[in-house]
């Protein structure tokens, strides 16, 4: 996923959801409420992972339905701010995370 230009992203994250699920390389959080608490599981396997991944905000994923459902009313430089501090304060040189 290095290097992607925006047609691209949009085409991976489009498949994902026309597959209505997430993929090896995207990762979907509804984060209408903030930073999903979780958001270590995805950033931790997409730094292990060759070529890493994508998480994208603002889609709800039901798996047991099997749909994925785009969510409005997203603050999204705030969520970018939000997960730089998560990264830089929750994760740096946390061995017990991985």
């Known amino acids: 996923m290095d290097n992607l230009n925006d047609e691209a992203v949009l085409k991976f994250i489009d498949q994902a959801i026309s597959s209505r699920t997430e993929t ?12 999903p608490g979780e958001l270590w599981e995805p950033v931790s396997a997409f730094s292990n992972c060759p070529g890493g991944g994508m998480i994208v905000f603002g889609i709800r994923e039901d798996r047991d339905a099997g749909t994925v459902q785009v ?8 969520l970018q701010e939000k997960v730089v501090s998560y990264l830089n304060d929750v994760m740096a040189n946390r061995e017990d995370l991985v």
């Open 24 to 35: 090896h390389k995207v990762e979907f959080k509804d984060a209408r409420g903030g930073i």
């Open 71 to 78: 969510v409005g009313g997203l603050d999204l430089a705030f």
